[in-house]
């Protein structure tokens, strides 16, 4: 289906441009949302007819887009969530937690602005696209601990999971005796007994 686009749209175009797209994409997402009109000649007609209008309506809402944009850019929320000693989180972090933790922190975002390329399953710190206007975008930290203690780490670029994972390996290299037998636990009181032959005091 070709399509006059009324904003500029990712990967697709300009105010202005006709572009063809599929028919689903138009019918379901880009005509409902007012992205976009049926490239058919009465709405080219309007559409340059009211060129002008629209042109001064999306630079006052670009505007007004780029002075939020300096209460959005670099935020950072913290999102508690319980996960396996892998870092795999029992769930996912959704586009929905996003907006609720920004818009906690004084953000005032809506959920159609995330852009979450795909959801966030494992504990780390992740950068998030937030769409403010079509032509203005900042991006925002996803800190993702199991404490806030953890957070605070994440966020001064510890890797939580690796520094985990070196005290797990740390912790079984000290228990271990090269020179014991096999099958035997390398122990101190083993080398406080006495040997064979002597008598204990």
Do not use: C, W
Not at 47 to 62: L, Y
Not at 175 to 190: F, K, L, R, V, W
Request: hydrophobic fraction near 40%; glycine fraction near 6%; avoid cysteine.
């Amino acid at each position: 289906m070709d399509i006059i686009l009324l904003e500029r749209v990712e990967k697709l175009g300009a105010i202005g441009d006709v572009v063809s797209v599929k028919d689903g994409y138009a019918r379901n997402y880009l005509l409902p949302n007012k992205k976009a009109l049926r490239a058919n000649d009465r709405n080219k007609k309007v559409f340059e007819a009211n060129r002008a209008k629209i042109e001064a309506e999306n630079a006052e809402k670009r505007s007004e887009a780029e002075k939020h944009s300096s209460n959005v850019e670099g935020k950072q929320v913290v999102l508690i969530r319980a996960s396996s000693n892998s870092g795999q989180l029992y769930g996912s972090v959704s586009v929905r937690d996003i907006v609720d933790a920004l818009n906690a922190d004084g953000a005032d975002v809506a959920k159609q602005m995330i852009v979450l390329e795909r959801p966030i399953k494992t504990l780390g710190v992740f950068d998030v696209r937030v769409n403010l206007h079509p032509e203005v975008s900042v991006t925002v930290k996803v800190n993702v601990a199991r404490s806030p203690d953890e957070a605070e780490l994440q966020s001064q670029g510890v890797d939580v999971m690796a520094a985990m994972f070196e005290q797990d390996t740390a912790g079984f290299t000290e228990a271990y005796d090269p020179n014991a037998e096999p099958g035997e636990i390398a122990t101190e009181e083993a080398e406080a007994a006495p040997a064979e032959g002597e008598e204990q005091a």
